[in-house]
């Protein structure tokens, strides 16, 4: 059973929307600091966004800030990313993320990744 299950992506136009969500099992990742990287075709995988164990703070990147929006629910062990006003250059694979501590940090390995899930935005 995979600990990170990522569902929501799919084909979208430039200027629509997506939600993603993960949905974790097997254990509760409820004190985790969980978030979403990202690995376009030909790139480096980048780091998306982070949102802290009980969702009272978040990280974005520059390039996602003001469009995208990171949510959890514990009760539902689920994290989700509202996508909006997507552009060609968010087309990626997106992968959920679980790090054993409060407040994710960048800068350390994650303990958990997903399998991702294909967002493809056309122009």
């Known amino acids: 059973q995979e600990p990170l299950v990522e569902s929501g992506g799919g084909l979208v136009q430039a200027g629509g929307s997506l939600r993603l969500s993960c949905a974790a099992s097997?254990?509760?990742?409820?004190?985790?600091?969980m978030g979403w990287f990202r690995q376009a075709p030909g790139k480096e995988r980048e780091f998306v966004v982070a949102?802290?164990?009980?969702?009272?703070?978040?990280l974005y990147a520059d390039s996602v800030k003001g469009r995208f929006t990171i949510s959890r629910d514990n009760a539902k062990n689920t994290v989700y990313l509202q996508m909006n006003s997507l552009k060609p250059e968010d087309t990626a694979v997106y992968y959920c993320?679980?790090?054993?501590?409060?407040?994710?940090?960048?800068?350390?390995?994650?303990?958990?990744w997903g399998k991702g899930t294909l967002v493809t935005v056309s122009s």
């Open positions: 949102i802290s164990w009980n969702g009272g703070s978040t």
């Open positions: 097997g254990r509760t990742f409820s004190s985790y600091g």
């Open positions: 993320v679980a790090q054993r501590r409060a407040t994710l940090s960048i800068y350390d390995g994650m303990h958990y």
